[in-house]
């Protein structure tokens, strides 16, 4: 296996530096009211029961109440202010392609980078769970600059041991160590058949607010016009040349990217998950808005 090397590391720490001095100005625009998360946590923790007044949605009534005292009383619930912000970073060898100056693995950082650091704030806790064909790396929730160093140096400077994906075990492992509700945000290039991870990922729906984040290489569309183009598969180490002068070939391509990406948008509604496309290159910052935004179309909020 190819591990990552120093010089990668190097170059990501120092692009991830200047996207933290750029962006904390960039990103105070993104907060909102006065709790300092952008990502404010979605779920919700009982507080009482009272009586059902006119406005009340019905579907809060508590009926073992009702039945008992012959009346209607509804639950109500308040929102979990202290957040738990989970990464769930794929770091497979696939990770390892891209073009044009950037790596999915380095977009990726970026990504988590600037998303910890709208997630930062006096309340809000960082979790870490890298993976491969494997469990990489865990890092428990924690809070402070202590735990923001640590994660990005995690992300960083890891060097996986496995170079398959395995994003259903990736999926349950994480959902076995979160011990709260919390917003989960799982990185990946999303290569593997959404039928291989699709229960595992709405098990994580199911207890967590969920958020997918595909990195995809820039430069690879369209291929080249014609001629043989060689390729080899990261993960298996498999070499092999395409003649992408091939009109069906390369139709064929197409197919089978718009299907990959159209089974992941089905999966990510049925798990009620907000789903973001992220280009090698692209600005971290417009990335983390473009995410808000879709979180607010996912549960019903308002846009900023």
Known sequence: MKPVGPSL???VTQRVRRIEFRARGRISDLLAGGHLSTFKGTGMRFREVRAYVD???PRGIDWNVTARLNEPFVKVFEEERELTAAFL???SESTLAGSRGALSRETAAEFCAVTALSCFGSQESLALLTFSDQVETWLPPARGPQALSRLLREILEREPEGRGTDIAMACDQLARRLRRRSVVFVVSDFREDPATYAQALRRLGIGHDLNLVRIEPAGFDPLPG???VGFVDAETGLEFELDV????LREALGRRETETVNNLEREARKSRAALLRV???DDP????RKLVRRRALVHGGILP
Do not use: E, P, Q, Y
């Open 245 to 248: 002068s091939d009109k069906s």
């Open 226 to 228: 014609s001629g043989l």
């Open 89 to 91: 970073l794929d770091l």
């Open 279 to 281: 280009r090698t290159g």
């Open 9 to 11: 590391a190097r170059r």
């Open 55 to 57: 406005g009340d949605d």
């Open 285 to 288: 910052v417009d990335a983390v």
